[in-house]
């Protein structure tokens, strides 16, 4: 049998300041590196070839699957690995050379950090396809396919979400999620991408707006669903909005009982009730410390979509040793302190 090829698949545009940082933590473990230029004005395409990377040009066309699709035809190996230019391959090129000798029959998952201003936050993508597979959706695009998928111990890092590149990208996202959404006016994901693409720019109105019609829709219990209500609780506690969030957790209790942010995000909102509400005060203390209570007891869980690393420890942590500092408790108080330091 004759060994499996892996090539690295990205498109670019305006990545000088990111582009050598993927291609060299990812050049030694992959046979070929392809980069599809969409229109750089800076030195993008050659610093990737001075890396080694062939460079291929793409006129831009408001459409992200159609440049993937074009990168993965001109990369055309056994496996492609799929990164985007603010990526960085931070552990497991050993498992990506396994691949040379794995028949290209599954798509592997891998874990993708995000390091945003003042946490991060982990979950797990399809990067890693078989050659035939191509993406559909004009923004936020998806691998289709129906093989199995595979979490594989490759982690990658991402840094799109600090703030200077956020405001480089504001308000792109939003005109290809409103051009896809006048297509797909039903399709609960592109209004989960919606409300999240408001949610990061603090526009909490339009991200609750967003988020309950994704609600209204069909959608599935698990995956990004775990990520929409603790952001969807945080938005109504913004938006002063606590009695909603008190009803949209209610029914959540099971479905998210799993999830650490879920039970942060609860009691975040129950905290700035209390604050807002001193006559309900007395009875929403013991919620709000049982919800970090519970972050506490189910831990880390980075397996979730979208969990914000700390918030199955040392953040829950930390608002309760202030719950019992408030409530006349130092003792408990700082024996969490010693429990869960901070990071």
Known sequence: MSMARLALVVIARDEAAHIERLLRSVAPWVDDMLVLDTGSGDATPALAAACGARVAHFEWCEDFSAARNRALDLAAADWHLVLDADEWLVSGGEVLVALRAQSPDFVGSLALDDHFEGGSSRGRLS??????????????????????????????????????????????NLRLLQQDLAQHPEDAYLWYQLGKDAYVYEDYAAAEQAFERAAALPHPEGGWWLDLVPRRLFALKCLKRHAEGLALAEPELQRCGESPDFFFALGDLLLDFAADSPAHAEAL?????????????????????????????????????????????????????RAYPAS
């Open 285 to 337: 203390v013991p919620m709000i410390e049982d919800a970090w209570q519970r972050c506490l007891s189910l831990g880390e869980r980075p397996d979730l979509p979208g969990a914000v690393a700390g918030r199955g420890s040392h953040l829950a942590a930390h608002n309760l040793a202030l719950l019992m500092d408030a409530t006349g408790r130092p003792d408990q108080a700082q024996a969490l302190r």
């Open 127 to 172: 990067r890693l396809l078989p050659g035939h597979v191509r993406y559909a959706g004009r923004i936020h695009e998806q691998p289709q396919h129906r093989l199995p998928v595979r979490a594989l111990e490759v982690q990658i890092g991402h840094d799109g979400y600090l703030p200077e590149r956020l405001k480089a990208k504001q308000g792109r």
